[in-house]
């Protein structure tokens, strides 16, 4: 795996952590959806999500971690084609797996870097909040629905300048259940949607381990992008 290739991994992989981040949605346990938790411990948990573009596919991202462990796939399926990246951390390596060569580049721990990966906050309890926060208006109520049994409120966002519109699903909690963006003129954008929030939960031991039968190359990380001054 080249250079370049590494750095869009890698650069990919921040956008969606930083989407991911903004945009959650829907949580369940492995037993049904549940009500979202009051407080994540973002050095324990997990957390897995889709992003469905039509014509573009659809992507999963799925976060397993126990801090300084953690194991994060990113797979994106388009019809038969699926391709996709996939981090993994032992605490003492951080590794970029590609699973059709069996390789894993190596590189050393850096927290720094490392960090980056992860999802600052998941305060699922005020995302409807931060949402009209940052519209600066406030949004119609335009009918109600169920997500996997849950009872939801839809709200659209349609500012007069904006050339999108956004449709939110919002539970009694104020938890953003599902996110679908329209464009005004040309029909739906992409919508999100977490499928999994569990807080503290119990992970395999080779959940973090190498998996075998991968070639270790060793490499030093590429200078990271500088993603604050993106639109």
Same mark, same amino acid.
């Given at each position: 795996?080249?250079?370049?290739?590494?750095?869009?991994? =890698?650069?990919?992989?921040? =956008?969606?952590?930083?989407?991911?981040?903004?945009?959650?949605?829907?949580?369940?346990?492995?037993?049904? @959806?549940?009500?979202? #938790?009051?407080? !994540?411990?973002?050095?324990?948990?997990?957390?897995?999500?889709?992003?469905?573009?039509?014509?573009q596919?659809?992507?999963?991202? *799925?976060?397993?971690?126990?801090?300084? +462990?953690?194991? @994060?796939?990113?797979? @994106? !399926?388009?019809? *038969?084609?699926?391709?996709?990246?996939?981090? =993994?951390?032992?605490?003492?390596?951080?590794?970029?797996?590609?699973?059709?060569?069996?390789?894993a580049?190596?590189?050393?721990?850096?927290?720094? !870097?490392?960090g980056?990966? =992860?999802?600052?906050?998941?305060?699922?309890?005020?995302?409807?909040?931060?949402?009209?926060?940052?519209?600066?208006?406030?949004?119609?109520?335009?009918?109600?629905?169920? @997500?996997?049994?849950? /009872?939801?409120?839809?709200?659209?966002f349609?500012?007069?300048?904006?050339?999108? +519109?956004?449709?939110?699903?919002?539970?009694?909690?104020?938890? !953003? &259940? &599902?996110? /679908?963006?329209? &464009?005004?003129?040309?029909?739906?954008?992409?919508?999100? *949607?977490?499928?999994?929030?569990?807080? %503290? #939960?119990?992970f %395999?031991?080779?959940?973090?381990?190498?998996?075998?039968g991968?070639?270790?190359?060793? *490499?030093?990380?590429?200078?990271?992008?500088?993603?604050?001054?993106?639109?």
């Amino acid at each position: 795996m080249k250079t370049g290739s590494i750095l869009f991994a =890698l650069t990919t992989a921040l =956008l969606l952590t930083a989407f991911a981040a903004s945009c959650t949605d829907k949580n369940e346990e492995q037993a049904g @959806i549940v009500e979202a #938790p009051a407080e !994540i411990d973002m050095k324990h948990f997990w957390y897995r999500a889709t992003m469905d573009s039509p014509g573009q596919g659809t992507m999963t991202m *799925e976060y397993m971690v126990h801090a300084p +462990r953690f194991r @994060i796939k990113q797979d @994106i !399926i388009k019809g *038969e084609q699926k391709g996709g990246v996939s981090f =993994l951390s032992d605490g003492k390596y951080f590794y970029l797996l590609d699973k059709e060569s069996k390789t894993a580049l190596r590189y050393d721990y850096d927290p720094e !870097i490392v960090g980056s990966f =992860l999802p600052e906050n998941l305060d699922f309890h005020s995302s409807f909040k931060k949402f009209k926060d940052k519209a600066g208006f406030e949004p119609e109520m335009i009918g109600e629905d169920k @997500i996997g049994g849950v /009872e939801v409120k839809k709200y659209e966002f349609n500012g007069p300048e904006s050339p999108t +519109r956004t449709v939110v699903h919002v539970d009694s909690s104020d938890v !953003i &259940r &599902r996110t /679908e963006v329209f &464009r005004k003129e040309a029909g739906k954008l992409f919508s999100f *949607e977490v499928q999994k929030l569990v807080n %503290s #939960p119990q992970f %395999s031991e080779d959940t973090f381990q190498l998996p075998e039968g991968y070639n270790v190359k060793t *490499e030093d990380l590429p200078p990271m992008p500088d993603l604050s001054e993106m639109p």
